[in-house]
Protein backbone atom coordinates (compact mmCIF):
# COMPACT_ATOMS: atom_id res chain seq x y z
CA UNK A 1 0.00 0.00 0.00
CA UNK A 2 1.39 3.11 -1.03
CA UNK A 3 2.30 5.66 2.30
CA UNK A 4 0.30 8.35 3.06
CA UNK A 5 1.41 11.74 2.17
CA UNK A 6 3.98 13.25 3.98
CA UNK A 7 4.19 10.03 6.45
CA UNK A 8 6.96 7.53 6.35
CA UNK A 9 7.54 5.62 3.04
CA UNK A 10 8.46 1.93 4.06
CA UNK A 11 10.64 -1.14 2.29
CA UNK A 12 9.61 -4.43 1.01
CA UNK A 13 10.27 -5.63 4.87
CA UNK A 14 8.39 -2.85 6.15
CA UNK A 15 11.17 -1.32 8.09
CA UNK A 16 11.06 2.32 8.07
CA UNK A 17 13.29 4.47 6.08
CA UNK A 18 12.00 8.11 6.39
CA UNK A 19 15.23 10.51 6.10
CA UNK A 20 13.09 13.03 9.03
CA UNK A 21 12.59 9.90 11.15
CA UNK A 22 16.37 8.85 11.41
CA UNK A 23 16.89 12.56 11.88
CA UNK A 24 15.03 12.33 14.82
CA UNK A 25 15.87 9.24 16.53
CA UNK A 26 20.18 10.00 16.08
CA UNK A 27 19.48 13.73 17.55
CA UNK A 28 17.51 12.43 20.72
CA UNK A 29 19.87 9.75 21.00
CA UNK A 30 22.38 12.78 21.59
CA UNK A 31 20.29 15.24 23.71
CA UNK A 32 18.19 12.45 25.36
CA UNK A 33 15.75 15.27 26.36
CA UNK A 34 12.67 15.12 23.87
CA UNK A 35 12.18 19.06 24.26
CA UNK A 36 15.43 19.57 23.18
CA UNK A 37 15.54 17.44 20.34
CA UNK A 38 11.81 18.92 19.18
CA UNK A 39 13.35 22.33 19.32
CA UNK A 40 16.37 21.45 17.43
CA UNK A 41 14.51 19.86 14.55
CA UNK A 42 11.89 22.62 15.10
CA UNK A 43 9.12 19.76 15.42
CA UNK A 44 6.74 19.62 18.10
CA UNK A 45 7.28 17.24 21.01
CA UNK A 46 4.22 14.96 20.27
CA UNK A 47 5.83 14.44 16.68
CA UNK A 48 9.17 13.16 18.67
CA UNK A 49 7.64 10.53 20.62
CA UNK A 50 5.31 9.72 17.91
CA UNK A 51 8.55 8.71 15.92
CA UNK A 52 10.24 6.74 18.53
CA UNK A 53 7.02 4.80 19.18
CA UNK A 54 6.91 4.40 15.86
CA UNK A 55 10.72 2.76 15.26
CA UNK A 56 10.24 0.63 18.38
CA UNK A 57 6.77 -0.68 17.16
CA UNK A 58 8.63 -1.76 14.13
CA UNK A 59 11.80 -2.91 15.28
CA UNK A 60 9.88 -4.78 17.96
CA UNK A 61 11.96 -3.64 21.06
CA UNK A 62 12.18 -0.21 23.34
CA UNK A 63 15.16 1.85 21.84
CA UNK A 64 14.85 4.48 24.84
CA UNK A 65 13.76 4.09 29.04
CA UNK A 66 12.20 7.26 29.72
CA UNK A 67 11.22 8.19 33.53
CA UNK A 68 10.02 11.49 34.51
CA UNK A 69 13.26 12.65 35.53
CA UNK A 70 15.81 11.80 32.45
CA UNK A 71 16.05 9.74 29.33
CA UNK A 72 18.49 7.22 28.27
CA UNK A 73 19.23 4.95 25.57
CA UNK A 74 18.62 1.10 25.86
CA UNK A 75 21.48 -1.17 24.11
CA UNK A 76 19.19 -1.94 20.90
CA UNK A 77 19.32 1.87 21.07
CA UNK A 78 23.05 2.28 21.31
CA UNK A 79 23.67 -0.18 18.11
CA UNK A 80 21.15 1.66 16.00
CA UNK A 81 21.78 4.87 16.97
CA UNK A 82 25.78 3.57 15.28
CA UNK A 83 24.02 2.22 12.50
CA UNK A 84 22.21 4.96 11.48
CA UNK A 85 24.52 7.22 11.97
CA UNK A 86 26.51 5.98 8.91
CA UNK A 87 23.55 5.48 7.43
CA UNK A 88 23.37 9.53 7.53
CA UNK A 89 27.26 10.12 6.75
CA UNK A 90 26.85 8.03 3.14
CA UNK A 91 23.31 10.08 2.61
CA UNK A 92 25.15 13.19 2.84
CA UNK A 93 28.11 12.11 1.13
CA UNK A 94 25.93 10.86 -1.68
CA UNK A 95 24.03 14.18 -1.74
CA UNK A 96 27.31 16.13 -1.87
CA UNK A 97 28.96 13.75 -4.30
CA UNK A 98 25.92 14.50 -6.78
CA UNK A 99 26.28 18.14 -6.65
CA UNK A 100 29.90 17.81 -6.97
CA UNK A 101 29.12 16.20 -10.33
CA UNK A 102 26.19 18.92 -11.21
CA UNK A 103 28.84 21.22 -10.60
CA UNK A 104 31.45 19.63 -12.65
CA UNK A 105 33.55 20.01 -9.38
CA UNK A 106 36.06 17.46 -8.88
CA UNK A 107 36.42 15.74 -5.70
CA UNK A 108 40.23 14.98 -4.06
CA UNK A 109 41.49 12.01 -1.62
CA UNK A 110 44.72 12.45 -0.34
CA UNK A 111 46.25 9.68 0.12
CA UNK A 112 49.66 8.64 2.08
CA UNK A 113 51.89 5.90 1.50
CA UNK A 114 54.32 4.90 3.73
CA UNK A 115 57.33 3.76 1.06
CA UNK A 116 58.01 3.54 -2.50
CA UNK A 117 55.88 1.32 -3.65
CA UNK A 118 52.66 3.19 -5.54
CA UNK A 119 53.32 2.35 -9.19
CA UNK A 120 51.84 -1.27 -7.98
CA UNK A 121 49.18 0.04 -6.24
CA UNK A 122 48.65 2.27 -9.51
CA UNK A 123 45.91 -0.20 -11.13
CA UNK A 124 43.68 -1.04 -8.35
CA UNK A 125 43.93 2.70 -7.46
CA UNK A 126 43.16 4.08 -11.58
CA UNK A 127 39.80 1.34 -11.52
CA UNK A 128 38.86 2.79 -7.94
CA UNK A 129 38.93 6.10 -9.74
CA UNK A 130 36.99 5.00 -13.00
CA UNK A 131 34.06 3.69 -11.15
CA UNK A 132 33.65 7.50 -9.30
CA UNK A 133 33.29 9.98 -11.57
CA UNK A 134 34.57 13.46 -10.17
CA UNK A 135 36.61 11.79 -7.86
CA UNK A 136 40.93 12.48 -8.17
CA UNK A 137 43.39 10.64 -5.74
CA UNK A 138 46.95 12.30 -4.99
CA UNK A 139 49.53 10.48 -3.27
CA UNK A 140 51.94 11.70 -0.92
CA UNK A 141 54.65 9.99 0.38
CA UNK A 142 55.03 9.32 4.20
CA UNK A 143 58.26 9.08 6.23
CA UNK A 144 58.24 6.12 8.51
CA UNK A 145 59.72 8.25 11.26
CA UNK A 146 56.39 10.12 11.53
CA UNK A 147 53.50 7.74 9.73
CA UNK A 148 50.42 9.57 10.68
CA UNK A 149 51.45 13.56 11.78
CA UNK A 150 50.23 14.65 8.17
CA UNK A 151 46.94 12.18 8.84
CA UNK A 152 46.03 13.69 12.19
CA UNK A 153 47.49 17.14 11.10
CA UNK A 154 44.51 16.89 8.00
CA UNK A 155 47.21 17.18 5.59
CA UNK A 156 46.52 13.55 4.08
CA UNK A 157 42.56 11.45 4.16
CA UNK A 158 44.55 7.93 4.59
CA UNK A 159 47.66 7.05 4.74
CA UNK A 160 49.02 3.16 3.29
CA UNK A 161 51.07 1.90 6.11
CA UNK A 162 52.43 -1.45 7.61
CA UNK A 163 50.44 -3.57 10.30
CA UNK A 164 50.51 -3.24 13.20
CA UNK A 165 48.60 0.16 13.88
CA UNK A 166 47.64 0.36 17.31
CA UNK A 167 46.57 4.11 17.73
CA UNK A 168 43.00 4.67 19.81
CA UNK A 169 41.87 8.08 17.11
CA UNK A 170 43.09 6.21 13.77
CA UNK A 171 41.21 3.14 11.96
CA UNK A 172 42.61 0.46 10.05
CA UNK A 173 40.88 -1.67 7.47
CA UNK A 174 41.66 -4.81 5.51
CA UNK A 175 44.59 -6.41 4.81
CA UNK A 176 45.78 -5.27 1.01
CA UNK A 177 48.49 -7.19 0.73
CA UNK A 178 51.49 -8.72 2.14
CA UNK A 179 55.80 -8.61 1.16
CA UNK A 180 58.99 -10.53 2.63
CA UNK A 181 61.45 -8.53 4.77
CA UNK A 182 65.05 -8.11 3.18
CA UNK A 183 68.24 -7.58 5.01
CA UNK A 184 69.87 -4.25 3.86
CA UNK A 185 73.91 -4.37 3.77
CA UNK A 186 77.00 -3.45 2.21
CA UNK A 187 77.87 -5.52 -1.00
CA UNK A 188 81.32 -5.89 0.86
CA UNK A 189 79.79 -6.88 3.88
CA UNK A 190 80.23 -10.43 5.57
CA UNK A 191 76.23 -11.50 5.00
CA UNK A 192 76.44 -10.14 1.28
CA UNK A 193 78.12 -13.91 0.37
CA UNK A 194 75.24 -15.92 1.36
CA UNK A 195 72.26 -16.79 -0.46
CA UNK A 196 70.06 -15.93 2.69
CA UNK A 197 70.01 -14.52 6.00
CA UNK A 198 68.05 -15.54 9.68
CA UNK A 199 66.92 -13.57 12.55
CA UNK A 200 70.02 -15.25 14.66
CA UNK A 201 72.23 -13.04 12.46
CA UNK A 202 70.68 -9.74 13.49
CA UNK A 203 72.84 -10.41 17.02
CA UNK A 204 76.46 -10.53 15.19
CA UNK A 205 76.41 -6.97 13.80
CA UNK A 206 74.61 -3.65 14.28
CA UNK A 207 71.35 -2.47 12.94
CA UNK A 208 69.69 0.67 12.34
CA UNK A 209 66.64 1.65 13.95
CA UNK A 210 64.17 4.96 13.48
CA UNK A 211 60.75 3.36 12.71
CA UNK A 212 58.07 5.38 14.74
CA UNK A 213 55.58 4.37 16.94
CA UNK A 214 58.13 1.81 18.60
CA UNK A 215 55.82 -0.86 18.09
CA UNK A 216 56.92 -0.96 14.74
CA UNK A 217 60.28 -0.95 15.26
CA UNK A 218 60.25 -4.15 17.58
CA UNK A 219 57.77 -5.70 15.22
CA UNK A 220 60.63 -5.29 12.11
CA UNK A 221 63.79 -5.28 14.41
CA UNK A 222 63.93 -7.96 17.20
CA UNK A 223 65.66 -6.84 20.56
CA UNK A 224 66.78 -10.20 20.97
CA UNK A 225 67.47 -13.12 18.63
CA UNK A 226 65.58 -16.45 18.49
CA UNK A 227 68.53 -17.45 20.96
CA UNK A 228 68.35 -14.82 23.31
CA UNK A 229 71.00 -12.87 22.53
CA UNK A 230 70.68 -9.20 22.41
CA UNK A 231 70.51 -6.96 19.35
CA UNK A 232 72.57 -4.19 19.33
CA UNK A 233 70.57 -1.12 18.31
CA UNK A 234 72.72 1.70 16.41
CA UNK A 235 72.03 4.54 14.52
CA UNK A 236 68.64 6.04 14.44
CA UNK A 237 67.08 7.32 10.74
CA UNK A 238 64.20 9.24 9.43
CA UNK A 239 63.74 8.19 5.98
CA UNK A 240 64.95 5.52 3.66
CA UNK A 241 67.49 7.99 1.67
CA UNK A 242 69.18 8.48 5.21
CA UNK A 243 69.80 4.43 5.49
CA UNK A 244 71.65 4.63 2.05
CA UNK A 245 74.86 6.04 2.87
CA UNK A 246 75.29 4.46 6.13
CA UNK A 247 74.35 0.58 4.80
CA UNK A 248 76.74 1.38 2.15
CA UNK A 249 79.73 2.32 4.71
CA UNK A 250 78.82 -0.90 6.05
CA UNK A 251 78.51 0.57 9.26
CA UNK A 252 74.75 -1.52 10.06
CA UNK A 253 72.47 -2.86 7.91
CA UNK A 254 68.62 -3.06 8.50
CA UNK A 255 65.72 -5.39 7.76
CA UNK A 256 63.76 -3.38 4.24
CA UNK A 257 60.73 -4.13 2.88
CA UNK A 258 61.07 -6.06 -0.40
CA UNK A 259 59.98 -3.20 -2.83
CA UNK A 260 63.69 -1.42 -1.62
CA UNK A 261 64.92 -3.94 -4.20
CA UNK A 262 62.56 -2.33 -6.73
CA UNK A 263 63.17 1.47 -5.48
CA UNK A 264 66.76 1.22 -4.09
CA UNK A 265 68.96 -0.88 -6.24
CA UNK A 266 72.64 0.35 -5.99
CA UNK A 267 75.64 -1.57 -6.56
CA UNK A 268 76.65 -0.93 -3.50
CA UNK A 269 73.76 -2.42 -1.41
CA UNK A 270 72.83 -5.68 -1.14
CA UNK A 271 69.71 -7.37 -0.20
CA UNK A 272 68.83 -10.49 1.10
CA UNK A 273 65.82 -12.74 2.31
CA UNK A 274 65.84 -13.03 6.09
CA UNK A 275 64.29 -16.76 6.01
CA UNK A 276 62.56 -16.90 9.08
CA UNK A 277 61.12 -13.30 8.80
CA UNK A 278 56.92 -12.93 9.37
CA UNK A 279 55.99 -10.63 5.81
CA UNK A 280 55.02 -7.25 6.73
CA UNK A 281 51.73 -6.69 6.14
CA UNK A 282 50.19 -3.62 4.83
CA UNK A 283 46.62 -1.91 4.82
CA UNK A 284 44.26 1.95 4.75
CA UNK A 285 44.96 3.76 7.97
CA UNK A 286 42.22 6.65 8.05
CA UNK A 287 41.00 8.78 11.24
CA UNK A 288 38.33 7.32 13.03
CA UNK A 289 36.15 10.62 13.10
CA UNK A 290 37.43 11.67 9.74
CA UNK A 291 35.46 8.24 7.91
CA UNK A 292 34.32 8.55 4.55
CA UNK A 293 32.16 6.17 2.68
CA UNK A 294 35.02 6.80 -0.24
CA UNK A 295 37.80 6.15 2.24
CA UNK A 296 35.96 2.84 3.46
CA UNK A 297 35.21 1.60 -0.25
CA UNK A 298 38.97 2.74 -0.91
CA UNK A 299 40.08 0.29 2.08
CA UNK A 300 37.99 -2.76 0.37
CA UNK A 301 39.25 -1.94 -3.01
CA UNK A 302 42.81 -2.01 -1.83
CA UNK A 303 42.41 -6.17 -1.21
CA UNK A 304 42.88 -9.04 -2.52
CA UNK A 305 43.84 -8.44 -6.36
CA UNK A 306 46.29 -5.66 -5.40
CA UNK A 307 49.35 -7.14 -4.51
CA UNK A 308 52.95 -5.32 -5.18
CA UNK A 309 55.79 -7.88 -5.40
CA UNK A 310 58.61 -5.73 -4.02
CA UNK A 311 61.96 -7.75 -5.43
CA UNK A 312 60.21 -7.79 -9.07
CA UNK A 313 62.33 -6.14 -11.44
CA UNK A 314 64.98 -6.40 -9.17
CA UNK A 315 67.31 -9.09 -7.53
CA UNK A 316 68.76 -10.35 -4.63
Known sequence: ???ARGGPEQSAEGVLVDIQDIEVLLVLSEE????RTAQR????????T???QRAEREIGGALFERTSRRVT???LGVQLQSDLDRVRTDLRASIERAKRLASGEVATLRLGKVGWDVIELKPAIDRFVSARPGLEIKIRQIRFSDPFGALRAGAIDAVLAWLPVLEPDLSVGPL???EPILMAMATDHPLAGRESVTLEDFGDFTVMAGARPD???DAIVPRRTPSGRPVTIGINVASFEEMLPILSSGEAISPVHAHAVRYASRPDI????ITDAPPARWALVWRTNAETPTIRDLAEALTPDTKPQGHRGGHW
Open 215 to 217: YWQ
Open 32 to 35: LHFG
Open 50 to 52: QVV
Open 176 to 178: AYT
Open 1 to 3: MKA
Open 270 to 273: TYRP
Open 73 to 75: QTS
Open 41 to 48: LHLSPARV
